[in-house]
């Protein structure tokens, strides 16, 4: 134990930890250890390297407050959020697919009666979206409570807007006796994410563009069912294929039409996945 070196010290370090109680916690942190010195042995990390990492990931912290989660952004950016959602959202075929939350759904959102427009002011062409919400077996599902939120024309959510009053582009609506919805809101755009801290100086150190593509987002929660926490994206988007946070699955690629009379319409049907009783 006082003699440890770079071919000892992996194990020394996991036997530490080998009377850890809770099983889980024991697996995670062990296989924490085990991963974290491969990197550093792989990749060689210099002192400075390691002192360099130390301070990115202090930025990253400090970086974070109520309206910012600096951390989530970086876990997005390195592929670990949806590699998270992948894993645990296997779904058997015909169910909508899940991606990722994002730091912009927030509690508390307003509630809208079918066929409101829940853009309540926000920038953008407007639009009409409609759908159902159906089981895996293609039952309605009525009473579904379907949360929506979108950036605005200009690529930001409300939440990013200092001095907003209120809610915009986001809300929460219930589907109705056939599992049915619309209401009207602004066309999706593509918008980049926040980059203007330390995830951002990683994108630009490795040539990295911050952009997500078109999306609007949806969290539809009904009894019996799995939440459902995905996005629709708008096809032709030019960064479809290198989404900033390798969100985009082709299954949620949907068109906005726009309509002879300049209105843009979505029609996009949602498949739950039954929750299971075990
Ligand atoms: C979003 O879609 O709102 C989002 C997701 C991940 C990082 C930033 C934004
Ligand atoms: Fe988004």
Redesign the pocket.
């Known amino acids: 134990m006082r003699n440890l070196n770079q071919d000892t010290i992996t194990q020394a370090v996991i036997a530490r930890f080998a009377q850890t109680p809770e099983p889980r916690l024991k697996e995670v942190v062990t296989n924490l250890v085990q991963h974290l010195h491969a990197f550093a042995r792989e990749t060689h990390l210099t002192e400075a390297e390691w002192a360099q990492g130390i301070e990115f990931l202090t930025a990253t912290g400090q970086k974070c407050d109520d309206q910012r989660q600096e951390f989530?952004?970086l876990s997005?950016v390195l592929g670990l959020?949806m590699l998270t959602v992948a894993m645990n959202n296997d779904k058997p075929q015909g169910c909508t697919e899940a991606t990722?939350?994002?730091?912009?759904?927030v509690e508390g959102a307003p509630h809208y009666a079918l066929g409101a427009d829940v853009a309540n002011g926000a920038v953008g062409q407007p639009c009409l979206v409609r759908g159902r919400v159906l089981g895996l077996g293609g039952e309605a599902v009525p009473n579904a409570v379907i949360e929506v939120w979108q950036?605005d024309a200009a690529g930001n959510?409300d939440v990013q807007y200092a001095d907003l009053a209120g809610h915009r582009a986001r809300g929460v609506l219930r589907s109705d006796a056939e599992g049915g919805f619309h209401f009207r809101s602004i066309v999706a755009e593509p918008y980049p994410?926040?980059n203007d801290g330390p995830v951002g100086e990683l994108l630009k150190a490795t040539r990295r563009h911050p952009w997500?593509p078109a999306?609007l987002?949806f969290m539809i929660k009904a009894e019996g069912y799995e939440t459902l926490t995905t996005?629709v994206f708008r096809n032709g988007d030019p960064y479809l294929d290198s989404d900033?946070?390798f969100?985009v699955r082709q299954s949620l690629v949907a068109d906005w039409v726009q309509q002879p009379d300049g209105m843009f319409s979505l029609d996009f049907d949602f498949v739950l996945n039954p929750s299971s009783h075990d």
């Open positions: 989530i952004l997005d959020s990722v939350v994002g730091p912009f759904h950036a959510y994410i926040p997500r999306h987002h996005h900033a946070v969100g």
